[in-house]
């Protein structure tokens, strides 16, 4: 019997029924880029978390509509209330308009997403694009009694918000009195009723790029503001799940939570999933030590860091293997396994689009193979309804392999496991590759060319010319490929 789908929520801190509100349909937000530089690793692995949740929630037959933002405004550097907008800083570092800096690295965002095979979100709206609703929700927290007016900024009340019945600092765990004692003084507090209460609306100095006009003077929203709006507008009062990396955890995430109270007195999320950091050889990934790489930098092997390059699917294969909150450590050794990994699983792959069923007289069913063909399908599942365990269910993935290859090396009939069995065999193989785990074959030649050289290759042989079958090994080793050998045929493979 198959297990139900439970995930992790970080306000209950516990695995959750899964539950949608309105099921089969099923609202997710995500919170995107600042798109003010390169997108980093840590980002990447936020994002494929979240890719393999929309694809596995689509394949079980859930109608998702997924939105991802794109933060172009509003999101200042340290991520507090006061200092530079980390886009407008670019802006005048590189001497462009700050549009132009939106542009050039959502597109660089988009591209990066690409290569790792990340589908795009069903909406992906901007903050610059709903300042209306954002300036809505300021004037319905300030008719409420939940935010007030200080300067030309508009801050939230968050002791009138706790006197109402609220709690800031439940998904955290943050308790209030230990906040306050942890608050420095910076810039801006004393417009501040208390140093906990956090920026909606931000007065803009003459010298702040981007700025627009608000009841409350020129401004720009708060960061926090930003994806409450979005969300609701597009998912509703209270949606099914809002993910992020785990140092969302703590602002952002718990003033969403206070925000959304605050507009409509309802919980405006049901599970709050967040994905664990990355590291390098047990270091924490940051610029200052150097061991912060972009992921064109591993798709080229051109870090110091590293031994060799990684194509994209290697790396998205790394980061399966591992479950989502735990720490992901990088290091060559781990790299390099996950490429030998990865080119076995997409060899089966393309293997087992060629293969086909022939029912043969005489050959005895083998139960025992068929059972465990089906409990390793099985297997997939329970372990990606067990809170996303793409580590175990990419585990229950090599045990199908070992069957794709039986077949492939004439070692199993395919009439032994029966025409069912094997139906199931290669289907949810592709599936669980393609549409669930979002790994694909890695463009190569294309079969046309490689099996016309193969075709060569066994001529040369036959006529014994051992310099051109050399060169045509070298060739296919050159792409990345194997010329195999086998009694039955020869045929190619990628290296593993």
């Not at 927290?141 to 200080?150: F, P, R, T």
């Not at 003077?217 to 099914?240: A, I, N, V």
């Not at 599936?431 to 294309?446: I, N």
Request: charged share 25%; glycine share 8%; proline share 4%.
């Amino acid at each position: 019997m198959q297990q139900p789908l439970k995930l992790y929520n970080t306000l209950s801190r516990q695995k959750d029924l899964f539950e949608p509100l309105n099921a089969p349909y099923v609202g997710m937000y995500v919170c995107g880029p600042t798109v003010y530089n390169y997108v980093h690793l840590g980002n990447v692995r936020t994002f494929l978390t979240f890719d393999s949740l929309f694809r596995y929630l689509t394949h079980i037959g859930y109608k998702v509509r997924y939105v991802r933002n794109i933060t172009d405004v509003g999101h200042l550097v340290g991520d507090g209330d006061d200092g530079e907008d980390k886009i407008g800083r670019m802006a005048k570092l590189e001497r462009l308009e700050p549009m132009e800096i939106v542009q050039r690295y959502t597109n660089d965002f988009r591209q990066v997403m690409r290569a790792f095979n990340i589908l795009p979100p069903s909406i992906e709206p901007t903050a610059t694009g709903h300042l209306i609703e954002q300036i809505e929700a300021v004037r319905t927290l300030l008719d409420k009694g939940l935010a007030y007016e200080s300067n030309g900024s508009v801050y939230f009340n968050i002791s009138e918000y706790n006197q109402q019945g609220n709690e800031y600092g439940k998904l955290s765990g943050r308790v209030l009195d230990d906040l306050l004692n942890e608050t420095r003084e910076l810039d801006g507090q004393a417009e501040k009723r208390s140093p906990l209460d956090f920026a909606i609306w931000k007065r803009a100095a003459p010298e702040h790029i981007m700025q627009w006009d608000s009841p409350w003077g020129k401004g720009f929203p708060g960061w926090h503001l930003e994806c409450t709006c979005m969300s609701s507008k597009y998912l509703g009062r209270q949606f099914d799940i809002h993910g992020g990396g785990m140092d969302l955890k703590f602002p952002h995430h718990e003033c969403e939570i206070a925000q959304g109270r605050g507009l409509t007195g309802e919980e405006p999320v049901r599970y709050w999933m967040h994905s664990n950091m990355l590291t390098v050889n047990g270091q924490k990934m940051s610029k200052s030590l150097g061991n912060s790489f972009l992921p064109n930098e591993l798709f080229a092997g051109s870090h110091p860091l590293l031994e060799q390059a990684y194509s994209p699917m290697t790396v998205r294969f790394f980061m399966l293997q591992s479950q989502y909150r735990s720490t992901l450590d990088f290091s060559n050794e781990a790299l390099k396994a996950a490429q030998k990994g990865y080119r076995r699983l997409a060899n089966g792959l393309r293997i087992i689009k060629t293969l086909e069923f022939a029912d043969v007289e005489g050959v005895t069913t083998d139960e025992k193979k068929k059972a465990d063909i089906e409990k390793s399908i099985q297997a997939f599942y329970d372990a990606m309804n067990d809170d996303l365990n793409t580590a175990v269910a990419i585990a229950s993935l090599f045990n199908l392999l070992k069957y794709v290859n039986m077949i492939y090396m004439n070692q199993l009939a395919p009439a032994a496991i029966g025409a069912d069995t094997f139906g199931q065999l290669k289907e949810k193989f592709v599936a669980f590759m393609e549409e669930v785990l979002g790994l694909t074959e890695e463009p190569s030649e294309s079969d046309a060319v490689l099996n016309g050289m193969l075709t060569l290759y066994r001529e040369y042989k036959e006529e014994k010319q051992y310099d051109k079958v050399d060169q045509i090994r070298s060739y296919f080793k050159t792409q990345g490929l194997v010329i195999k050998d086998m009694k039955h045929r020869i045929d190619w493979a990628y290296e593993e």
